[in-house]
């Protein structure tokens, strides 16, 4: 679910040819409240939770939010109250992102369904404000545009953080592993117990260390594995 328009990265098609059995796109939010690029995120995912409620489980939604887009101005135009600095229009949007995801969650834990469900909230990137930017518009960055959070809840795990780097290929291993099932032997992510330990598609596993960045190349290379999990992959073997 993406309120926005289908033909963009493709995603009409691509979803499709993933296995999703229903996509929905701007058409499908007729006379919606739009703010910044597309249809606003508390508009999108209430009607998440109502299509949710209304299929047959278990279900699997992928959502996709849009209106903490850059250039962070949209929910201070809404609201009549843009601020002096790209830094504060990014906080107020954050903000409004912030709530709309507690009430989507707030509404599935009222009605008992986070008891059976796995909420997982991340990011594609960080704010895009680099550095050569942050010069051109004489700021200094501070550190949370560069800070993505992935966000799990609903696993058996006692409540914990964890400040170690991660990655998206690293969520679908911590879900299978709490829902007790086995990861295919070409997914290279990490569990919760191995967090930290990324591997990059350049074949390089990158991990914190006294909150540096440590990367160091390794043996098994993703651009090998990729390729023998599309043509043989029964020489993959068993994990280690």
């Given amino acids: 679910m993406h309120g926005f328009d289908g033909g963009f990265w493709n995603r009409a098609e691509a979803h499709q040819s993933l296995g999703f059995d229903r996509d929905f796109f701007l058409p499908d939010f007729p006379h919606s409240e739009r703010i910044g690029w597309g249809v606003s995120d508390e508009v999108v995912l209430e009607r998440a939770l109502e299509t949710i409620r209304s299929m047959d489980r278990p279900v699997f939604a992928h959502i996709i939010l849009l209106t903490h887009h850059h250039p962070y101005n949209h929910i201070g135009d809404v609201l009549g109250d843009r601020k002096a600095s790209i830094e504060e229009d990014y906080l107020v949007s954050l903000r409004y992102v912030d709530a709309q995801i507690r009430r989507f969650y707030d509404s599935l834990k009222a009605s008992g369904e986070m008891e059976n469900s796995i909420l997982a909230v991340f990011s594609d990137h960080d ?8 010069q051109l ?5 501070p ?3 560069d800070l993505v959070p992935l966000v799990v809840a609903g696993l058996e ?3 914990r953080r964890i400040e170690q780097l991660s990655s998206l290929q690293d969520l679908p291993v911590v879900v299978l592993h709490d829902l007790g099932i086995r990861p295919p032997n070409t997914f290279v992510g990490n569990s919760i117990d191995s967090i930290g330990d990324s591997i990059t598609p350049s074949s390089l596993r990158v991990r914190i260390e006294n909150g540096n960045a440590i990367r160091e190349e390794i043996q098994v290379e993703a651009e090998i594995l990729s390729k023998l999990a599309i043509w043989r992959p029964e020489n993959l073997g068993e994990p280690q």
Wanted: net charge negative; charged share 30%.
């Fill in 157 to 159: 795990e006692n409540p």
């Fill in 137 to 141: 518009l004489e700021i200094e960055r």
């Fill in 127 to 134: 704010s895009g404000i680099a550095d050569r930017l942050a």
């Fill in 143 to 145: 550190p949370f545009l």
